[in-house]
């Protein structure tokens, strides 16, 4: 499997075209940002650790029931997937108050919350990914009431497999987010990634974090970091 061009090169990720219509390559980049690209940075190493934790991450969700893009990992920092037209929705799942949540809601981080949250932002830069509701969602055709169903459920069930694993690891599952694509018969599948980037990770015993609110916030360490999340996943 090989690159043919680039279709679309993002904050994180390049995406490829191969010769299958039907696969991309993505390929991670070390490069960061944060606050709508206000903040620009590189942590090294990231693409790799990215791209490594995703996959695996991924294959642990498809063994539990979440159909996903993953195809294959081609490289430390470049996968096959499955082309899919990207949901234009971030699903954020919160375990424990923190980031916009506990800013928006006047609440301590680390709150824990008495019922699991589900958000969504309409994925649109130039408006800095507002918060919208079902309303909206289905008001502007962003998804279907259906495909609204399926992703609440598929969100929820990720959040379930995945606090579970990483409390063996010794990693709280504060909050993350996710992106749906659907395939081009419609499917839907979890896409895009589950990395250090995308999730808050606190460590169970110190609370110390473990995601890019360490690049976000200006806290040090930021490659650390990664790396402890990749050892403690891949014991590495
Ligand atoms: P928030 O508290 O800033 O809304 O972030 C909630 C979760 O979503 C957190 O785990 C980080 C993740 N996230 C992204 O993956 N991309 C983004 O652009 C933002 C704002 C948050
Ligand atoms: N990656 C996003 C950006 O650049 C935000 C974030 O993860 O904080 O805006």
Known sequence: ?????????????????????????????????????????????????????????????????????????????????????????????????????AKRLGLPEGTKLKKTVLEFCYKDDELGDPMVNEYHILAMEYATKEELDLISGYALKVNDVLSTYLKDLNIELIDFKLEFGRLADGTIVLADEI?????????????????????????GHVEDAYHEILRRLMGE
């Open 195 to 219: 990395s250090p980037d995308t999730c808050r990770f606190w460590d169970s015993v110190t609370g110390e974090k473990l995601d890019k609110d360490r690049f976000r916030r200006d806290l």
């Open 1 to 101: 499997m090989e690159k043919t061009n680039l279709l679309y090169e993002g904050k994180a990720k390049k995406v490829y075209e191969t010769s299958d219509p039907a696969l991309l390559i993505v390929d991670y980049k070390d490069d960061a940002t944060a606050f709508n690209g206000l903040k620009k940075g590189t942590i090294a190493g990231k693409g790799e650790i990215n791209n490594r934790v995703t996959n695996h991450l991924m294959k642990l969700l498809e063994q539990n029931g979440v159909p996903t893009h993953f195809v294959e990992e081609l490289s430390p920092r470049e996968t096959v997937v499955k082309r899919v037209s990207i949901v234009p929705l971030e699903v954020i799942v919160r375990n424990i108050a923190a980031g916009s949540l």
